[in-house]
């Protein structure tokens, strides 16, 4: 990592660029690929994965495709539970915890998620919480611990543990809070022995606090947030953001044509996490089957 590049000529001047290391996703993906085919094998019967949507986000449809493909390449049945039309306030809501609830009970279904974000107006916690903790694929459900570990989270991990990146003993700071991303990253790497800071938008000194950490996660969704002031020399970058410009671009977090020439590793966007989030989340959908043999 962080080996010595290429030459760049700037106002007749030379400088040596320190060229970051690029952590791809995808080789890490087809790994997790590949032993969850091999655990697919020695179950002998395919997994059942059940997705709730309510609406019809075209992101969400995105995502969705995503999840089936992925399906279907290793082996898993995936139903789709598509509720496009629903009444603001209680009975919409009833009506996904009761759709919920029959999956709990449907002995054929190995695991289930809820397409975030629902529409406005719906109590995601209550409705993420109907779902039982040992069908919980995605690893929101609050029971105080972290018994699956969200996809998103585990995907972080997967990353760094495929380019041999320590975690323990290190200073590790998170941009980001959310249930989805940020809290269940901060958790995990406090959980391989990592000291962690978490900033959001309320901390004052987020820069500073960022830059002398060894690892940095930024998961704040809000493009070119983490400029080089963010960072110093030998810094692992996770770029967890996902934004879309206004020419349509998809980019994440980080002012990458900023960092990259400072820092030691970095994954993109797109092409880093993203490509690990739905094969985390099947690892999380085999655990649990797995679970329920024991």
Do not use: H
Not at 93 to 99: L, S
Not at 239 to 263: F, H, P, Y
Request: charged share 30%; hydrophobic share 40%.
């Amino acid at each position: 990592m962080g080996e010595w590049g290429e030459i760049r000529k700037y106002n007749k001047k030379c400088y040596i660029l320190n060229m970051a290391e690029i952590l791809y996703g995808a080789p890490v993906r087809e790994e997790i690929k590949k032993g969850i085919i091999e655990r697919i094998k020695k179950m002998g019967r395919r997994p059942f994965l059940a997705i709730v949507q309510v609406g019809d986000r075209e992101d969400s449809n995105v995502y969705i495709k995503q999840k089936q493909k992925f399906g279907e390449e290793i082996g898993v049945k995936v139903r789709l539970i598509k509720m496009e039309r629903w009444k603001d306030g209680k009975i919409g809501e009833e009506k996904i915890i009761k759709e919920i609830k029959k999956l709990n009970k449907d002995e054929n279904i190995d695991g289930i998620i809820m397409q975030l974000p629902l529409p406005e107006g719906f109590d995601s916690e209550k409705i993420l919480n109907t779902i039982d903790n040992k069908k919980d694929a995605d690893g929101l459900v609050s029971r105080g611990t972290l018994d699956t570990v969200p996809a998103t989270a585990r995907g972080v991990m997967a990353l760094l543990d495929f380019y041999e990146i320590p975690v323990t003993g290190k200073n590790a700071a998170v941009i980001g809070r959310s249930r989805l991303a940020g809290a269940p990253i901060a958790e995990v790497l406090k959980n391989r022995g990592a000291k962690v800071s978490v900033c959001n938008r309320s901390t004052l000194n987020t820069a500073q606090i960022c830059r002398e950490t060894d690892i940095l996660i930024s998961a704040a969704g809000k493009a070119g947030l983490v400029t080089r002031d963010f960072v110093k020399k030998g810094q692992t970058v996770v770029d967890v953001g996902i934004n879309r410009t206004e020419e349509g671009k998809l980019v994440g977090d980080v002012a990458s044509n900023e960092v990259e020439a400072i820092v030691a590793a970095i994954s993109p966007v797109p092409g880093g996490i993203g490509p690990l989030t739905v094969a985390c989340l099947f690892q999380n959908l085999i655990d649990l089957c797995e679970k329920q043999v024991l």
